[in-house]
């Protein structure tokens, strides 16, 4: 009986090695000290050598290590978090960047972090789970730029510009389309019909028009606005 139980738990802690080595992320665990950012680093997985460039008896012989990498723009509000984590006792998710051991340049990371609790209450350390978001904050950080190029431009467009929905519903509009309608503000108008707005001469068709868009049709239209 003692020899089987063995056998299964030697599978199974097989079976965990297998699950934590070949995951895309790196899994770690802490037992805090006095500072929980410079505690005793139990266990680091070996995607930590792909991913950074550090391997797992790096962490395990420096406590300071992950804090040292962390970038100093970072720091403050990693302690924060971290803070945030012991006081309530619930998982966090920590977003941060290291330094990479070879190549210097800093990565993103999306860290999970849930307590590690005794039987007194206490928080003595962590599990973590951490994964590299470089190319989704570099995606990010391209299409604010992008966004904001746009807004640029749609603000200093002379033309009136607007965002409506399919029943004509005005969601946006630039400052050259409020001073048509005179409006001192787009939160005058949003919400309001555009069809209120358009000269009733021409009021149809452009009803039609933008029923017609919805279903994926161009179409042009002049027509006159009332303020």
């Known amino acids: 009986e003692r020899k089987r139980s063995e056998k299964e738990l030697q599978e199974s802690e097989s079976k965990y090695r297998m699950v934590v080595e070949n995951i895309n992320e790196i899994i770690y665990t802490v037992s805090f000290k006095n500072d929980p950012l410079r505690s005793t680093v139990e266990f680091v997985s070996g995607k930590a050598g792909k991913i950074i460039g550090y391997q797992p008896n790096d962490f395990l012989a420096d406590p300071e290590l992950w804090f040292k990498i962390v970038h100093q723009d970072d720091k403050s509000l990693l302690a924060q978090v971290t803070k945030q984590m012991i006081k309530n006792k619930e998982t966090v998710t920590r977003y941060y960047r290291l330094r990479h051991k070879i190549t210097s340049e800093y990565?993103?990371?999306?860290?999970?972090?849930?307590?590690?609790?005794?039987?007194?209450?206490?928080?003595?350390?962590?599990?973590g789970v951490a994964r590299d978001i470089?190319?989704?904050?570099?995606?990010?950080?391209?299409?604010?730029?992008?966004?904001?190029?746009?807004?640029?431009?749609?603000e200093t467009e002379?033309?009136?510009?607007?965002?409506?929905?399919?029943?004509?519903?005005?969601?946006?509009?630039n400052p050259a389309g409020l001073h048509m309608i005179e409006a001192d503000s787009i939160e005058q108008v949003r919400g309001n019909n555009i069809y209120r707005f358009i000269d009733l001469e021409f009021r149809k068709q452009f009803k039609q028009m933008n029923e017609d868009v919805f279903k994926g049709k161009s179409r042009n239209l002049e027509f006159k606005i009332n303020g």
């Open 158 to 173: 002379p033309e009136c510009v607007k965002l409506i929905s399919a029943d004509g519903t005005l969601l946006e509009m």
């Open 134 to 154: 470089t190319e989704r904050k570099l995606l990010e950080e391209r299409l604010e730029k992008s966004e904001n190029k746009l807004r640029t431009i749609i």
């Open 107 to 127: 990565l993103w990371m999306e860290d999970k972090v849930v307590p590690m609790i005794d039987d007194n209450n206490n928080v003595i350390g962590c599990f």
